[in-house]
């Protein structure tokens, strides 16, 4: 079975930035476009990010320019840079692959409060 670790998380001020990573396992990575995806208290999950197998990145509206998304094929990883964090951007993090979703992950929480 496919296995997702989410780290990264934590507590942050208005402004700040994390760096959330996602390590992958039982699965051929550089194979499956991957997406970071989140779920805020009473709302849905959602799809932030995603970049495929060539490196092309997609982003919610909400996040653009402020959230980067990369992956490393070697160590079957992917990371999201997030910046300029806003109290809205709190949520449990998850690493999925779009196009075929897995078994989800823990994920990592991200709380952003002054």
């Known amino acids: 079975q496919v296995q997702f670790v989410e780290s990264g998380g934590g507590l942050v001020q208005p402004g700040g930035s994390l760096t959330l990573s996602c390590a992958a396992s039982?699965?051929?990575?550089?194979?499956?476009?991957m997406g970071w995806y989140r779920q805020a208290p009473g709302k849905q999950r959602e799809l932030v990010a995603s970049i495929t197998t060539g490196g092309y990145a997609v982003y919610a509206d909400s996040v653009k320019g402020r959230f980067t998304i990369s992956r490393d094929n070697a160590k079957e990883t992917a990371t999201l840079q997030m910046n300029i964090l806003k109290p809205e951007d709190t949520a449990v993090y998850y690493c999925?692959?779009?196009?075929?979703?897995?078994?989800w992950g823990q994920g990592t929480q991200v709380a952003v409060s002054s």
């Open positions: 999925n692959t779009p196009k075929i979703i897995q078994s």
């Open positions: 039982r699965i051929i990575f550089s194979s499956y476009t």
